[in-house]
């Protein structure tokens, strides 16, 4: 490389070339049973999120749907009107959507099970299977 030492480590000098970085690519969080690229793909949300089969899925029904978060036993997932958890359950799950206005929806789901609700429908402040 032809670069400086610095503290025992080498450095590029100004004008000389530096290898292009690696592609940063997200994290994978592993779940026992789950299949890591799978859970990795479904929690990356988008408007088009699929269901993972045996996973809990959420859906927002809010006009105007900019965001939606959901926490799920410490496991986080976030898309833009849905997003998927790849577990068969979940004791405690806390919905957050914001709106284009940046208005926030707040719901909570205990004991949540494979399936998919149906959060903020009607004006509700509630997620219903």
């Known amino acids: 490389m032809g670069g400086a030492l610095w503290r025992g480590a080498e450095v590029p000098?100004?004008?000389?070339?530096?290898a292009s970085p690696l592609p940063v690519t997200e994290p994978i969080v592993a779940t026992?049973?789950?299949?890591?690229?799978?859970?990795?793909?479904t929690m990356a949300g988008s408007s088009a999120t699929t269901a993972v089969v045996g996973g809990i899925t959420f859906v927002s029904r809010a006009p105007d749907t900019a965001k939606i978060t959901v926490t799920c036993d410490g496991v986080e997932?976030?898309?833009?009107?849905s997003v998927a958890?790849?577990?068969?359950?979940?004791?405690?799950?806390?919905?957050?959507?914001m709106l284009k206005d940046r208005t926030?929806?707040?719901g909570d789901v205990s004991g949540a099970t494979a399936g998919t609700y149906t959060c903020f429908d009607g004006g509700t402040k509630e997620c219903v299977r």
């Open 104 to 106: 926030r929806l707040f």
């Open 77 to 81: 997932a976030v898309g833009t009107d």
């Open 13 to 18: 000098l100004i004008g000389d070339p530096v």
């Open 32 to 41: 026992p049973g789950i299949d890591p690229q799978s859970a990795a793909a």
């Open 85 to 97: 958890i790849a577990a068969p359950s979940a004791a405690s799950c806390a919905v957050k959507v």
